[in-house]
């Protein structure tokens, strides 16, 4: 259990903060890590088992990185792409190969001190075996490696993304939501196999992002980036509204949807700063917009 019940009980607002456009998702998230954290869970499972569906750059990742950076941390994120594990001896990487090499996953464990996030992103992208693997973790929180040693996963949550059906969200402009909901978990049912489904403990969509929420969200980034870079430099940065349209405008992509738009922004303001330091060297900058 939580020494400081401050993280526990300011975790909605801290996420709130941090997530824009998903407010269906955020408190049955919550939900499940306070439990976890007071130790209601099953002692036998995961502290909390999550199913993160929706398009790229929704939030699906950052919600994860978000929540364990605040109960514990970022360094005890475990972030595997399963992009990379789409053949059959991506087991052997995973648990070791014989019983002289360490696989990822012991490695990764180790790591975190095994406790904190173990976040599997595009799972649907994993070979069979490897979801069979997933199967065993979410029901019993237990893995044997190649060299017989068993990790125990009950202090971790487990995350695992996935993007199917995100045509769909995204073309569907008229839709009911519940509607689009069990469309996309019907889908994921059948992609990720229905007993692996079964398993997850929470399953959430995410939701396409709208302009008002990209604007919101493009605005928080330019002020974390301008908050940086004013910790490192004694340069006062100022910027109007329709700097936020177009930064906004700039970074996010109809595909890939806010994903870009932190780079977007870095190299923006970077420039601005690395061009005033080399030449006018002035105290003070305003951000505009770049004319084309």
């Known amino acids: 259990m939580l020494r400081d019940l401050d993280v526990l009980t300011g975790l909605g607002t801290a996420l709130e903060n941090q997530i824009k456009g998903q407010p269906h998702v ?37 919600l994860t990185l978000a929540f364990t950076r605040h109960l514990f941390g970022e360094e005890h994120l475990v972030r595997l792409d399963m992009s990379e594990f789409q053949n059959q001896e991506a087991v052997g990487v995973l648990l070791g190969r014989n019983e002289h090499e360490a696989g990822l996953i012991a490695k990764r464990f180790a790591a975190v001190k095994g406790k904190g996030t173990l976040l599997l992103d595009e799972i649907e992208k994993a070979h069979p075996r490897v979801l069979d ?14 060299n017989g040693d068993t990790l125990d996963l009950s202090e971790l949550y487990v995350v695992c993304t996935s993007n199917i059906a995100a045509s769909a969200m995204l073309n569907a402009r008229h839709s009911v939501r519940s509607t689009l909901v069990r469309f996309v978990e019907s889908q994921a049912q059948a992609q990720l196999r229905p007993e692996v489904f079964a398993r997850f403990q929470t399953v959430n969509v995410f939701d396409r992002l709208e302009y008002e929420v990209q604007l919101e969200i493009a605005q928080h980034l330019l002020d974390r980036e301008i908050a940086n870079q004013r ?3 004694e340069i006062k940065i100022s910027y109007g ?9 700039q970074g996010v992509h109809p595909r890939l949807g806010v994903r870009p738009l932190r780079g977007c922004i870095e190299r923006f303001v970077r420039r601005a700063l690395r061009e005033n330091l080399l030449g006018t060297q002035k105290s003070e900058i305003h951000l505009t917009p770049i004319e084309p």
Do not use: Y
Request: without cysteine; hydrophobic residues 45%; neutral net charge.
């Open 241 to 249: 509204p329709k700097l936020v349209s177009f930064l906004a405008g």
């Open 133 to 146: 693997l997933l199967l065993q973790i979410l029901d019993a929180a237990r893995v044997t490696m190649a």
């Open 26 to 62: 955020l408190p049955q998230v919550v939900e499940a890590l306070q439990n976890g954290e007071l130790g209601l869970t099953d002692p036998d499972r995961p502290k909390g088992t999550f199913l993160f569906l929706g398009p790229t750059g929704v939030g699906k990742t950052e």
């Open 231 to 233: 910790s490192r430099t």
